[in-house]
């Protein structure tokens, strides 16, 4: 199964947009968990994810939480800023699957 975490400033902006992540990966018959947090919660939750998305919004962060993700071998990334903002379930799906590469 593979594990996505979404991060962005509170955990509200990403809920769509895992909903249609998940519809999409159901679609393509993936068994996936997709989730989304608050940037406070980000560092508690990556040692359960295959990889951490983070928000357009939180870009600034990614540094920050690409160093805390060493800890657990987990890839960081931003969100593509348009798929974001189309909520494109798909396209932030498939940015997940070539992050998370052979996992």
């Known amino acids: 199964m ?3 975490l ?3 400033s509170s955990g509200m902006s990403t809920s769509l947009l895992v909903t249609k992540m998940q519809a999409y990966a159901k679609e393509i018959g993936d068994e996936a968990e997709i989730w989304a947090v608050g940037q406070d919660q980000a ?3 990556m040692e359960k994810a295959d990889v ?3 928000g357009p919004q939180m870009s600034f962060l990614k540094g920050e ?3 805390e993700a060493q800890k657990y071998d987990v890839p960081v990334e ?3 800023m348009v798929a974001y903002g189309l909520a494109d379930g798909k396209k932030v799906y498939e940015q997940a699957l070539k992050l ?3 996992r």
């Open 2 to 4: 593979k594990k996505i």
């Open 100 to 102: 998370m590469g052979d």
């Open 78 to 80: 931003v969100i593509d």
């Open 6 to 8: 979404l991060a962005c």
């Open 43 to 45: 560092k508690k939750e």
């Open 65 to 67: 939480l690409q160093k």
């Open 52 to 54: 951490v998305l983070i």
